[in-house]
């Protein structure tokens, strides 16, 4: 299921979407700043440097396709908000300027002009937005910030991320979608896909050194194969991609209630929430092999207009 908008009518979008998206040189922008600009904690010095120099450039070679497995769904709620001139959208959290490009191409295609604003504590993410933004001739507004410390009085139509949950411990997903409560106005609606790893328990390592150096060998065979300029030679693109791998982890996310749950409590009505269709799955290239239990989790909800 696309959402509200037909199937047959979301082809052009999707390469639209795809199309303005300066991969090659958001990623090179990624390799380049990440070291010095990247977020990091000053008490546990966990950074996100490791991810944001290599994910653009692994995105580039085809060895991720990250949101773009679930374009149809996120471009046919994104449509069909536009088509109800929810203007105002929040992009919460973003690793790159993929979720610009779909809100932008969305909207695009319905004749609409948004009124964006992109959060995320990390400044290497801000700076590929900005590039995005300058190439498309649009001005979002862009912060550096936790976003659960952000606020904005105004209020948000809309409300679009992905694969953003699964960075939040069960207490603070409680505490974000009560943000996503506060945030939007009545009638606003929320779109999200995440990854559900039924067997996690806690936080996990992501990769296993065997999965770290298969996913190393896919990247330096793409890099030495990939007919454009790269940012940095082959060999150390593959040790780059090694190292994201050992040291990517991410929470405890086994069940859809536990998105699906917090929502409900604050005050928000689910309109989908299903495993991503047949035809997304084909497309879906996770970092590591899918295991039959993983799924991609496909979520609309919205605050309902007496709330």
């Known amino acids: 299921m696309s959402g509200p908008v037909e199937p047959h009518d979301l082809e052009a979008s999707v390469r639209d979407a795809h199309a303005r998206e300066p991969l090659r040189e958001t990623a090179a922008l990624g390799w380049r700043l990440a070291p010095e600009l990247c977020w990091r904690d000053e008490e546990t010095g966990r950074s996100c440097a490791s991810y944001h120099r290599v994910w653009g450039t692994m995105r580039n070679l085809g060895v ?11 471009l046919g709620w994104l449509r069909h908000w536009a088509r109800e001139g929810r203007r105002r959208v929040l ?13 932008l191409a969305a909207y695009g295609a319905e004749g609409v002009e948004p009124d964006v604003t992109v959060v995320d504590r990390c400044p290497t993410s801000i700076a590929a937005n900005r590039l995005c933004a ?8 862009l912060r550096v910030g936790d976003v659960l410390e952000f606020t904005d009085e105004s209020g948000f139509d809309v409300i679009a ?4 949950y699964t960075f939040f411990e069960a207490t603070d997903r409680i505490r974000l979608a009560e943000l996503w409560g506060r945030l939007l ?3 606003g609606g929320l779109v999200t896909a995440q990854r559900v790893r039924p067997q996690n328990e806690g936080p996990v390592s992501v990769c296993s050194p065997e999965e770290a150096e298969a996913l190393a060998g896919r990247v330096l065979e793409a890099a030495r194969r ?6 940095a030679p082959p060999e150390a693109i ?9 040291q990517k982890t991410r929470t405890r996310f086994q069940l859809p209630e536990e998105m699906t749950g917090p929502l409900a409590a604050a005050g928000l009505e689910t309109l989908h929430a299903a495993p991503a269709d047949a035809a997304a799955r084909r497309i879906d290239r996770p970092m590591v092999p899918l295991r039959p239990e993983m799924y991609r989790l496909w979520v609309a909800a919205r605050r309902p207009e007496s709330a």
């Open 226 to 231: 990939y007919a454009g300029e790269l940012p």
């Open 134 to 141: 300058e190439r498309e001739g649009v001005k979002p507004e």
């Open 64 to 74: 991720t396709s990250s949101l773009r497995s679930d374009s149809r769904f996120l």
């Open 185 to 187: 106005r009545r009638g």
């Open 238 to 246: 593959a040790k780059a991609a090694h190292a994201y791998a050992r």
């Open 91 to 103: 992009i919460p959290g973003a690793a790159d300027a993929g979720m610009l490009c779909h809100v």
């Open 161 to 164: 991320n992905h694969n953003f």
